[in-house]
């Protein structure tokens, strides 16, 4: 469910990111409604350092991905991922 500031802050992160993922740098689809938001390329928040790891929801851990990135980064860093999405390895 998306919630007010949220909201906020996928646009304010869409216009700074210039439309792109933080991992794979595709161009992503900033949008509310449910069918679309289900799509791969739909814009997202991500939190950089997970929760599951003491990351916390502060605006400076946040950052926007695609839903496929955001849905496969599972247990690992942001910085490696980023860089194996990006064939940087």
């Known amino acids: 469910?998306?919630?007010?500031?949220?909201?906020?802050?996928k646009w304010l992160l869409f216009w700074q990111q210039q439309g792109r993922c933080c991992y794979c740098g595709e161009q992503v689809v900033l949008t509310?409604?449910?069918?679309?938001?289900?799509?791969?390329y739909a814009a997202t928040l991500e939190h950089l350092q997970r929760r599951a790891d003491g990351g916390t929801g502060h605006s400076a851990n946040l950052a926007m991905a695609c839903k496929h990135c955001n849905n496969t980064r599972g247990g690992r860093d942001w910085l490696s991922y980023a860089s194996w999405r990006r064939n940087e390895f």
């Open 1 to 9: 469910m998306d919630t007010r500031a949220a909201r906020y802050f």
């Open 32 to 40: 509310y409604r449910p069918y679309d938001a289900a799509r791969p």
